[in-house]
């Protein structure tokens, strides 16, 4: 089982155990551009214009941003896909 498969399992699996840094590994690896404002951070991908997540940086993340940054990732993964696909 690679890195992100063990990531992506323990943040399904764990949510409140997750960190920031790997909400931002995961997300940044998706290729997401972050913004920083104070202890906020908002990720946005050019494939879903239409939805970014903004988190407080805390340890341990809480449960509900947890859930959104892996909606966040899937909708990347989905967009990319069917854009290699066309």
Same mark, same amino acid.
């Given at each position: 089982?690679?890195? %992100?498969?063990? %990531? &992506?399992?323990?943040?399904? !699996?764990?949510?409140?155990? *997750?960190?920031?840094?790997?909400?931002?590994? &995961? %997300?940044?690896?998706?290729?997401?551009? *972050?913004?920083?404002?104070? @202890?906020?951070?908002?990720?946005?991908?050019?494939?879903?214009?239409?939805?970014? &997540?903004?988190? *407080?940086?805390?340890?341990?993340?809480?449960?509900?941003? *947890?859930?959104?940054? %892996?909606? &966040?990732? !899937?909708?990347?993964?989905?967009?990319?896909? !069917?854009? @290699? !696909?066309?």
């Amino acid at each position: 089982m690679g890195r %992100l498969e063990k %990531l &992506l399992r323990d943040m399904r !699996n764990s949510p409140t155990t *997750v960190r920031y840094d790997e909400i931002e590994n &995961l %997300l940044m690896g998706a290729g997401c551009r *972050v913004t920083k404002r104070g @202890s906020h951070r908002t990720f946005r991908h050019p494939a879903v214009s239409d939805f970014g &997540l903004t988190v *407080v940086e805390a340890h341990p993340m809480k449960a509900p941003y *947890v859930r959104q940054a %892996l909606r &966040l990732y !899937n909708e990347i993964m989905e967009a990319i896909r !069917n854009d @290699s !696909n066309r």
